[in-house]
């Protein structure tokens, strides 16, 4: 096995669980403190040595180049693979056959928060000589991945060997041959050749208990990974490049204000997250929200 220096973003879900916050944004690029979420995937990843990234893309593809406009994230170079038709994971990762090469890949889901540590995952994976490694956890709300000793056997209770065991983190590594168990040019989930890999003992469990793990797919998890963070994040909550009347009353324990924003005279907020360069009209009220542009009068809960 060569060493593994790229992964693949999955960018292209349609965030329906998120709307309206995707309504102008693809859910990676919505802003977690203060910077598109695919950020931390990124710089996580490039910690553990990845210096090329392939990213699909499906809603608001043209976003995603607005984001990375030169097609680079510090030193490492990104290449788009936009889907006109979703064709889910197994046929997103079928379409970039070419950008894979001979190479193993690293998939990481677009819409997580985690500090797994990758290169223990990478070490598993290459010390095994599987085709493909899972990372789990042995607890989680979705523990649908059985595993015995260190493969994983069924999925789903799709082999009718067991209905699961250990949680699945949205993080794996595949070798080029995953390749030729996924047709082309059609829509299709990744599940069938883990499956046919479970099979032929191929498929491998990586055990990543411990590690911060977040999914971001609906709008209560993302007001919960902002306000309720498993571990101090690196940026300050209020952005010193906002403009906030002295008068406004803002919770600073629990409100997130992005940079370039206006905060006029006699505002309050609480639990509530303000976008980059978005405006809070004077004497708005708000609890439990989340500003995308605009914001006038008295809110709570709401997506404005």
Same mark, same amino acid.
């Given at each position: 096995m060569s060493d593994l220096h790229k992964a693949f973003?999955?960018?292209?879900?349609?965030?329906?669980? !998120?709307?309206?916050?995707? $309504?102008?944004?693809?859910?990676?690029?919505?802003?977690?403190?203060? $910077?598109?979420?695919?950020?931390?995937?990124l710089?996580?990843?490039m910690a553990a040595g990845i210096d090329s990234f392939a990213i699909n893309t499906?809603? #608001?593809?043209?976003?995603?180049? %607005?984001?990375?406009?030169?097609?680079?994230? +510090?030193?490492?170079?990104?290449?788009f693979f936009n889907e006109p038709v979703l064709l889910e994971t197994g046929g997103g990762i079928k379409n970039?056959?070419?950008?894979? +090469?001979?190479?193993?890949? !690293?998939?990481?889901? /677009?819409? &997580?928060?985690?500090d797994l540590d990758l290169k223990r995952l990478i070490a598993s994976h290459k010390a095994s000589g599987n085709i493909a490694t899972l990372a789990l956890?042995?607890?989680?709300?979705?523990?649908?991945?059985?595993?015995?000793?260190?493969?994983?056997? @069924? #999925?789903?209770?799709? %082999? /009718?060997l067991h209905a699961g065991t250990h949680q699945f983190t949205g993080i794996y590594i595949i070798e080029p041959e995953i390749l030729d168990l996924i047709p082309a040019n059609e829509k299709t989930s990744?599940?069938?050749?883990? !499956?046919? !890999?479970?099979?032929?003992?191929? #498929?491998?469990?990586?055990?990543?208990?411990?590690? %911060?793990?977040? @999914?971001? /797919?609906?709008? $209560?998890?993302?007001?919960?990974a902002h306000l309720n963070p498993q571990v101090p994040e690196r940026q300050p909550a209020i952005h010193p490049s906002a403009k906030i009347d002295p008068s406004a009353e803002i919770e600073s @324990?629990?409100?997130?204000?992005?940079?370039?924003?206006?905060?006029?005279? /006699?505002?309050?907020?609480?639990?509530? &997250?303000?976008?980059p360069s978005a405006k809070v009209a004077e004497h708005t009220d708000l609890d439990g929200c989340i500003v995308r542009d605009y914001a006038a009068g008295v809110h709570q809960n709401e997506d404005l």
């Open positions: 973003i999955l960018g292209a879900g349609l965030g329906t669980r !998120l709307r309206p916050l995707t $309504e102008k944004l693809p859910k990676p690029l919505i802003p977690y403190y203060h $910077e598109p979420l695919v950020h931390q995937a710089v996580h990843c499906h809603h #608001l593809a043209e976003e995603w180049q %607005r984001a990375f406009p030169d097609k680079n994230f +510090g030193s490492a170079s990104l290449e970039i056959a070419k950008w894979i +090469g001979a190479d193993p890949v !690293l998939i990481y889901n /677009g819409d &997580i928060l985690t956890f042995s607890d989680g709300p979705n523990c649908n991945v059985a595993v015995e000793g260190d493969k994983v056997i @069924d #999925l789903r209770h799709a %082999r /009718g990744i599940v069938p050749a883990f !499956l046919a !890999l479970a099979e032929q003992g191929k #498929l491998g469990a990586h055990i990543a208990d411990g590690a %911060r793990w977040q @999914d971001l /797919g609906t709008r $209560e998890e993302y007001l919960a @324990d629990s409100c997130f204000i992005g940079p370039n924003c206006v905060i006029e005279k /006699g505002v309050k907020l609480r639990n509530t &997250i303000v976008w």
